[in-house]
């Protein structure tokens, strides 16, 4: 068993920390509201700490979960940042989705300390991380990721290293990208059933087992149905990540028609106090626009 940092405490990374905790690692955490940590020290033992840099010291391993690449800079670097109290050849595992930029820098960075750094984006939702049935897409070198895997492994289901650093990163912008078009066309097939007079259920019973059947299909067609929008990832979240898809694609050079309309589309649910609604309200933007 390893003694391990958890940084971040929201709705993913409570849960993550929680199936380390209960694999029997001697977990330490941070969260940048007091309140989330005392929680979670109290359901699950283990001990929180005031800054980062506190909570990383000793440990073998520190995983972060935090918002975007200004959080994730902001419990690295700096004086109570988490390298200035990491142990030379400790490894830094971070779950936050963010750019490949500032993977990439912080991988420099770690470097510098002696520190091994592995970016890790996940996929699967809450429900992934409290079920402990995430997907992690990593980048970084073998070795680090070889030490790493094992503990990612205590609230995955799959765990593959794509490449160097940032190879993580980048698989989650396909992964996002996939999604977004993904739940735009369920969300247009059952508008379409709907003002064609189909029952989209049935509907669903029916294609569901074919070639259109998805994730999203199995899991949101009702919900989307009963208009219903408080499950799984927001839509704030999605903006940010097709954000992060969209920048690189204007760095790489590929072209992403079908996402950069569906992070609009998106913007139009934002302005319809739909923030923090689930991806799948592209389909309550289709029935608003029914008036």
Known sequence: MAKVAFLGLGVMGYPMAGHLATAGHEVTVYNRTDAKAEAWVAQHGGAMADTPAAAVQGAEFVMSCVGNDDDLRGVCIGPDGAFAGMADGAVFVDHTTVSATVTRELHAAAAEAGIAFVDAPISGG???????????????????????????????????????????????????????????GLSEGLHFAEKAGLDGREVISVIGGGAAGSWQMVNRFETMLDDHFEHGFAVDWMRKDLGICLDTANETGA???VTALVDQFYKEVQKMGGGRWDTSSLFKRLRKLDG
């Open 255 to 257: 072209s992403l028609p």
């Open 126 to 184: 809450q429900a992934g991380a409290e079920n402990g049935q995430l997907v992690v897409m990593c980048g970084g070198e073998q070795s680090a990721y070889d030490r790493a895997a094992p503990m990612i492994d205590a609230y995955s289901k799959l765990c593959k290293r794509l490449g160097d650093s940032g190879a993580g990163q980048l698989c989650k912008m396909v992964n996002q990208i996939c999604i977004a078009g993904l739940v735009q």
